[in-house]
């Protein structure tokens, strides 16, 4: 289900961010952007993940992000 959807970054600060969310075959890409400072995140889900959990997993992968927390949150090879 390709389309943009606009979400908080948390309760204690309001801001706003867009998820792009494209349907590759069996899976999803997506990709949420803090609109105020820029930042970015990507990641790929199974194309059968529930909308609500794909969310929550770009809000979270985003605030760590914001953090500036650039490890990798698991094992794997960043590219």
Request: charged share 20%; no cysteine.
């Amino acid at each position: 289900m390709p389309g943009a959807h606009v979400a908080a970054v948390s309760a204690d600060a309001p801001e706003e961010v867009i998820f792009e969310i494209t349907r590759i075959g069996d899976v999803q890409r997506v990709a949420a952007v803090h609109i105020a400072t820029g930042t970015e995140v990507v990641f790929q889900t199974p194309a059968t993940a529930a909308l609500v959990d794909v969310r929550a997993l770009g809000m979270q992968l985003l605030e760590r992000k914001l953090a500036g927390d650039d490890r990798p949150a698991g094992p794997g090879i960043v590219v």
